[in-house]
Nanobody, 127 residues
Framework: HVQLVESGGGSAQVGGSLRLPCVAS???????????MAWFRQQPGKEREAVAA?????????SPSLQARFTISKGEGASKNSIYLHMTSLNPDDTATYYC?????????????????WGQGTQVTVS
């Protein structure tokens, strides 16, 4: 059973940066040839939206509106079951709960329905 644990959330100042790790356990869902992991976020009062996705052996995909400021990356070696989201130039609109998601195969596009596994989320507040 795959479990995803996000961390790194908290308060940030406008213009600041945060780095969110997500650690997967319970299976090699990510670092297989077909695995995919992603970040989504849900702003207050809004629907969940995609941020970025990455295959272990592939290039990342980003939401066009966030690509300039957000970077998804993968862990290496002992951290190969992890992904990270580096957020820069934060603004109050980035206030949201950030969720990590994983899929053992299939599409790695930015559709929530592609991902059967989800973390509990980590809250980011920018002020």
């Amino acid at each position: 059973h795959v479990q995803l644990v996000e961390s790194g959330g908290g308060s940030a100042q406008v213009g600041g940066s945060l780095r969110l790790p997500c650690v997967a356990s319970g299976g090699g869902v990510y670092y297989s040839n077909t695995g995919c992991m992603a970040w989504f976020r849900q702003q207050p009062g809004k629907e969940r939206e995609a941020v970025a996705a990455i295959r272990y052996y592939g290039t990342p995909t980003y939401s066009p509106s966030l690509q300039a400021r957000f970077t998804i990356s993968k862990g290496e070696g002992a951290s190969k079951n992890s992904i990270y989201l580096h957020m820069t130039s934060l603004n109050p609109d980035d206030t949201a709960t950030y969720y990590c998601a994983a899929a053992p195969g299939g599409s790695c596009s930015l559709e929530a329905s592609n991902f059967p596994y989800w973390g509990q989320g980590t809250q980011v507040t920018v002020s």
